[in-house]
């Protein structure tokens, strides 16, 4: 099975960029679509983003689209997201999440492998 460790977050301005990565092992990411969720405190988990075993499709959050990019480099093994013009609304934990499934789902429960999270704090 696939493990997943998510890197890249911190703490920026408003209108600032980060980029976070999530870096598999145990099994190779090409399998798998991988989805970014987050989580603010008191908050349920949230979709953000997903993209398909060969990147062909993504899907994005309403409250995302335009600012945040999903990538993957399946040689690799990692799928980054690129996140500008942050706002201080985009302050949660970050996951990454694997799915076997071949539609880019945005639900909690459609993914079976779930990183650590990584903070993402913006400040207004």
């Known amino acids: 099975q696939v493990q997943l460790v998510e890197s890249g977050g911190g703490l920026v301005q408003a209108g600032d960029s980060l980029r976070l990565s999530c870096a598999a092992s145990?099994?190779?990411?090409?399998?798998?679509?991988v989805g970014w969720f987050r989580q603010a405190p008191g908050k349920e988990r949230q979709f953000v983003v997903a993209?398909?075993?060969?990147?062909?499709?993504?899907n994005y959050a309403a409250s995302v689209k335009g600012r945040f990019t999903i990538s993957r480099d399946n040689a690799k093994n990692t799928v980054s997201l690129q996140m500008n013009s942050l706002k201080p609304e985009d302050t949660a934990v970050y996951y990454c999440?694997?799915?076997?499934?071949?539609?880019?789902?945005?639900?909690?429960?459609?993914?079976?492998?779930w990183g650590q999270g990584t903070q993402v704090t913006v400040s207004s």
């Open positions: 145990g099994r190779a990411i090409s399998n798998y679509i």
């Open positions: 993209i398909t075993q060969s990147g062909g499709n993504t």
């Open positions: 999440a694997a799915s076997l499934r071949r539609i880019a789902v945005p639900t909690v429960s459609s993914y079976e492998h």
